[in-house]
């Protein structure tokens, strides 16, 4: 596609379902990224996906946290037993290799919010 | 550790006037990139511009530039003749390379607004 695209944009899930988020990014891009935004601060990097290699997970806050990217295209980031503090705005970016060069296209996030 | 401030929580400019935007950052690594995003309420991030370490010009983008200052870990963000479509939560960030890895770090943002 043209762009990275994030479903669904907005979640709203009850304390201790599980939530699965999508991230489709730009075609041919071969690095993908995750990143949370909470309510009034920057973003947090998750995980990083880079062709076949194996994830840097290292920003993963807890178990209850997996992402997986099949193919090399589509990823998607599974909460399990969603707590209030995983309230946030969850984006997506993917980029051509490395994002040192050129930076990465962002998706437009999926807000989740736990109640 | 590896920090981005940004102490200037938020902003207001008149259209078609200049404004910085600060941002100060901590690392110890000697090559890095450095980089200005803007969040409009979209919520998409949109680079606006960029800056490798080791280059000491300016990067220049239209009517974004910044002012590297590496010594002084700073990396200030200017927008001339400002326009209502630059209101935006703007965010400075910096890029760790490690292990075939790479990571933003990102300041908690500046909200600018533009005033008509």
């Known amino acids: 596609g043209a762009g990275v695209s994030q479903s669904p944009s907005n979640k709203v899930t009850e304390k201790g379902k599980d939530v699965e988020l999508r991230c489709d990014p730009i075609s041919g891009h071969t690095a993908l990224y995750w990143y949370r935004q909470s309510l009034g601060q920057g973003l947090e990097f998750l995980i990083y996906f880079q062709g076949n290699s194996a994830p840097d997970k290292s920003g993963l806050p807890s178990d209850r946290f997996s992402a997986e990217r099949t193919g090399g295209s589509v990823s998607t980031l599974t909460i399990q037993r969603t707590q209030q503090e995983d309230s946030a705005v969850y984006l997506c970016?993917?980029?051509?290799?490395?994002?040192?060069?050129?930076?990465?296209?962002f998706g437009s996030g999926t807000r989740l919010t736990v109640v | 550790a590896q920090t981005v401030t940004q102490s200037q929580p938020e902003m207001s400019v008149q259209e078609a006037e200049t404004v910085t935007l600060s941002c100060t950052y901590d690392t110890s690594e000697s090559n890095y990139y450095l980089f200005w995003y803007k969040q409009p309420p979209s919520r998409q991030m949109i680079l606006v511009i960029r800056?490798?370490?080791?280059?000491?010009q300016n990067a220049t983008e239209n009517r974004f530039s910044v002012n590297f200052q590496k010594a002084a870990k700073s990396f200030s963000l200017k927008i001339s003749d400002s326009q209502l479509g630059d209101t935006a939560m703007y965010f400075c960030a910096f890029m760790i390379t490690q292990g075939g890895s790479e990571k933003l770090v990102f300041g908690k943002g500046t909200k600018l607004t533009v005033n008509p």
């Open positions: 970016a993917s980029s051509l290799q490395f994002g040192r060069y050129s930076g990465y296209t």
């Open positions: 800056q490798e370490a080791y280059k000491q």
